[in-house]
């Protein structure tokens, strides 16, 4: 179990290997089994790994549960600091808001560290999630292609090295090493899209439609996606040209073109 997972972490890292890197650990079983898996890896090629818990204070629980990540932390040796989430509204989409202010927070947090590339904790459950949602949305290639596992924002690179892997396998790990993990009520929320997909998926499962099988169908559209970039790169290489300032299209041309390569344009 726990060399294959080792072997993913590597993977992930084999053509862009960091000095320093930065993780986010909410306490739960996804994040954790990440801090751990890091840990071990970044001890074997000599990288520091320093960790980050953000505390939303949505619940009362976060404060101690930011706490339980810093004592695992302290534990195996990683440095670790906790981020509360001051200005927060209760008005409009909070749960998006909070997403929002945690990947701004990290990244001032990450650029005080020296850090370029934090480690996120999503999983192949997160990604089949991820694309039953956009489904439900109407999403075209790109929306279904599912989240990318190298992002940059905020100008920092944001790694999900776990993407293809199980929750019920990083469950499996921590349970070999004699680890707890947080386990977050919101998690049976029913007024939470993702949950409501998360429950969806296990009524869909005995028809074929399994989270590996949608993690398969993000893969096949990344690879739609990244075709459907370049033909859109060689069209404008042909079609464009710079003009006192602007880029100028040649419209006779980008007539031509399909619908979607247009709008990519």
């Known amino acids: 179990m726990s060399a294959g997972l ?9 053509h862009h290997p960091p000095t320093s890197l930065g ?3 909410s306490g739960g079983s996804d994040s954790l089994a990440l801090l751990f898996l890091l840990n071990d890896f970044c001890q074997s090629q000599s990288i520091r790994l320093h960790a980050v818990t953000v505390n939303h204070g949505l619940r009362v629980e976060a404060a101690a549960e930011a706490d339980f ?3 695992r932390c302290a534990e195996i040796g990683v440095s670790h600091d906790i981020l509360e989430w001051q200005d927060r509204s209760q008005r409009g989409n909070l749960q998006n808001a909070a997403r929002q202010a945690r990947y701004c927070m990290m990244a001032r947090w990450a650029a005080s560290r020296g850090l370029d590339t934090v480690a996120v904790g999503h999983t192949a459950d997160d990604q089949a999630e991820t ?5 439900s949305r109407r999403s075209g290639v790109d ?3 599912g989240m990318q596992r190298r992002i940059l924002r905020h100008g920092i690179t944001w790694v999900r090295p776990l993407l293809s892997e199980r929750r019920q396998a990083l469950k499996a790990y921590l349970d070999e090493l004699g680890v707890t993990w947080v386990s977050d009520p919101s998690n049976e929320d029913d007024h939470f899209d993702r949950i409501k997909m ?3 998926l296990e009524i869909l499962e005995p028809l074929g439609i399994t ?3 949608l993690c398969d169908v993000a893969g096949n559209m990344r690879e739609a996606r990244r075709a459907l970039d370049w033909q859109s790169f060689l069209v404008a ?3 464009a040209h710079i003009q006192a300032g602007a880029v100028v299209l040649d419209e006779a041309l980008f007539r031509l073109e399909p619908d979607e390569i247009q709008r990519r344009l």
Do not use: D, P, Y
């Not at 080792?6 to 084999?14: D, K, L, M, R």
């Open 211 to 213: 989270a590996n099988v």
């Open 198 to 200: 998360r429950k969806a």
């Open 143 to 145: 929306g279904l292609s």
């Open 23 to 25: 993780v986010a650990v």
């Open 131 to 135: 694309v039953l949602m956009r489904l």
């Open 6 to 14: 080792s072997e993913t972490i590597s993977g992930a890292f084999q």
């Open 237 to 239: 290489k042909h079609m």
């Open 69 to 71: 990540v810093a004592q």
